[in-house]
Every structure is written in structure tokens, then in C-alpha cells.
């Protein structure tokens, strides 16, 4: 069985990610974000139904993850092996089989793709796994926004995350209204966190796999260790519950960064029962052409500054991955000349 988490970053996916790894029938892994990553450079290699050029896709997924920054330890992925296991020549078929051959690596009968980014390829995954389950994790944006504001990756001002927050969630929600509740299961952050054993045994169910005590010592686990050393994105997974980790957006944000947030995605907050405390419904976005190239201009600047900041490690494993995409990039590039 297939599972993809969905949603946006700095939910408290990696949380739901190792308490899932804790389920002996469960292979849930750090994700190389391989449909993200690779959807926008499909044209490049043009008819993929030519064998040379399905090969040479296989070829770069495989690397790219082989290079994870948390490696997928003991996971030998041949590439005719994968290849074979594809029954349409599609990225979404490579995607299935790299997961499929770390699955029967490890003796786990399921597994989970945790690259929250998938929610925007539903369309091409369903095509091919139609049976997928999908979990679908949110959190109050607002918060997602103050920890996006302090992390190494992803937009820095209020205005640029509230979309691209809105963007998933719409699509999430969407997909919600259109599946059946046997395939989509949807959970708070804040749920998950004030009431962990009670979330995790429904999930389990939603699963159909047995509940394990050790999911709540999730942040024990060796792959707990491995993650939270390889960046300090996800230094808090060596933690356990963290029950107090929200609403910091009361305190940590300043009401004008809230006020923007809610007139860009108050709609969204609101569907997902999460109260305003700077808007009201009648408020509509109104930011004029001024305002926004004020906020991408910031935007830009505390981009600029976190990456100025960022640990030279996780830098250097971060470019081992984007040094690959660029020489793909490259290769597009030298071939259309």
C-alpha cells in the first residue's frame, strides 16, 4: 500500500513521519521530494515512451536519492530493476518502484512518501496508484509562517507563505470533498500534539495496521538521530511531544505580519476552524502594487540573510542535490542548442 502525507512544510510532518516508522509494516523514510523536483523537468527529456529517455529519467531519480541528505540506508536501486518494475513509462511509475524497492528492502509491507508537496500532483499519482491512501497534516498557518520565518528554506515574509500555505491547503481540502473517507484521513497539528495516543490509534485504523506503543518514543528512534543531524530544520525531532507548540504566532509575530497573513489566506483559516485575531471575514486583501514589491524586496533580503546564516554542512548536503538538478538543467539546455 502507498501512502502520501500532504500539506505544507513545517507541520509537523518528520513528527508523523517517525511515529509512522514505528509500525514494523511501515517504511517511512526522509523524502528526496522526487515528483517536486522532477515535475517541472519532465519536458526536458522529451517522449519518454523512447527508451533512451525513460532510462535516463530512471537514471537521475535514482540518483537524486542516492544523494538525500538522510540517506536511505542499505537500499541498493538498480536501474533496470526499476525500469522493469514500471508499468507506464512515467515519472510518477519511477517514484512508485524507487519506494516500492526501499519498502522490500527494510520488510515493510507499506510505505510513506512524506514530500507534502505531492498534494499538487494528485491528478498524475491517482493515475497511477488508485488505491493510494493519503494523510493529509495541517497546522495554523500563522505559525507554519513564524517557523518558515526562522528556517533555512522556503519564503521569509508573511505575505509570500500565506500563499503558497493557502495554495496547498485549497488543493488538500478539495481533494478531501472528492474522495472517499476509506482513502483520505485528515489531522491537525494541534490535535496530534495535545492528544497523540488517541490520533495515532485512529490513524492506525485508517491504516488498517496494529497501533504500537513505540510510536510515542518516536524521538528515541536511530532515524530520529539521523534526521535531526543533518540539519537543524528538524532539530526537534529528537524531542518528545512538544504539547505547547502553538499560538506562538500570538506572541512571537507582530500584528501586522498576522494582519497580512489573514487577509491572504483568512478564507482557509477559516475553513479549517482556525480563529482570526487581526481580520474578519468582510476583509478582503488590498495590497497595492507598491506594497507587494515592498514585501517581495523583504522577502528577498531575509532570504538573503538566512542563507548567509545556514550551517555550512546542511549547506554542502543541500548542494550535492541541487548540483544535480542544475546539471540537468544544463543538459536540457546543451540539448535544445
Request: aromatic fraction near 8%.
Amino acid at each position: 500500500m502507498s501512502i502520501l502525507m500532504i500539506g505544507t512544510q513545517r507541520s509537523g510532518s518528520n513528527l508523523m513521519r517517525l511515529m509512522l516508522n514505528q509500525i514494523p509494516a511501515i517504511e517511512a523514510p526522509h523524502p528526496p521530494h522526487i515528483l517536486q523536483r522532477f515535475m517541472p523537468l519532465l519536458s526536458s527529456y522529451g517522449d519518454l515512451s523512447k527508451t533512451a529517455n525513460f532510462e535516463q529519467l530512471v537514471d537521475d531519480v535514482c540518483r537524486l536519492v542516492e544523494l538525500n541528505p538522510v540517506p536511505w540506508e542499505d537500499v541498493v536501486l538498480d536501474r533496470e530493476n526499476i525500469a522493469s518494475r514500471c508499468t507506464q513509462n512515467t515519472l510518477v511509475a519511477v517514484f512508485s518502484a524507487v519506494y516500492d524497492v526501499l519498502a522490500e528492502t527494510r520488510g515493510a509491507e507499506f510505505w510513506c512518501c512524506k514530500s507534502l508537496a505531492n498534494v499538487h500532483y494528485v491528478s498524475e499519482i491517482d493515475a497511477y496508484l488508485p488505491n493510494a491512501k493519503y494523510l493529509y497534516l495541517y497546522r495554523d498557518g500563522r505559525d507554519v509562517a513564524l517557523s518558515f520565518k526562522k528556517a533555512v528554506v522556503g519564503e521569509k515574509h508573511f505575505y509570500h507563505i500565506a500563499q503558497g500555505w493557502a495554495k496547498a491547503q485549497r488543493a488538500a481540502l478539495d481533494m478531501r470533498s472528492k474522495l472517499d473517507e476509506s482513502q483520505f484521513f485528515s489531522i491537525s497539528y494541534e490535535t496530534l500534539t495535545s492528544s497523540t495516543e488517541e490520533s495515532l490509534k485512529s490513524l492506525c485504523q485508517f491504516l488498517g495496521v496494529e497501533y504500537q506503543p513505540s510510536m510515542m518514543n518516536f524521538h528515541e528512534s536511530s532515524e530520529a538521530k539521523s534526521t535531526a543531524s543533518s540539519s537543524s530544520l528538524w532539530n526537534n525531532v529528537t524531542k518528545p511531544i512538544m504539547t505547547q507548540n502553538t499560538k506562538k504566532f500570538l506572541t512571537q509575530a507582530s500584528a501586522e505580519e498576522i494582519r497580512i497573513f489573514e487577509l491572504v489566506a483568512g478564507d482557509v483559516l477559516d475553513a479549517l476552524g482556525y480563529e482570526r485575531t487581526q481580520t474578519s471575514s468582510n476583509d478582503m486583501p488590498n495590497f497595492s502594487g507598491e506594497e507587494i514589491a515592498q514585501f517581495n524586496a523583504e522577502n528577498d533580503r531575509l532570504k538573503a540573510e538566512r542563507q548567509e546564516t545556514m550551517d555550512a554542512e546542511d549547506r554542502a548536503r543541500r548542494d550535492i542535490q541541487e548540483s544535480l538538478l542544475k546539471e540537468i538543467k544544463e543538459r536540457s539546455t546543451l540539448a535544445s542548442v
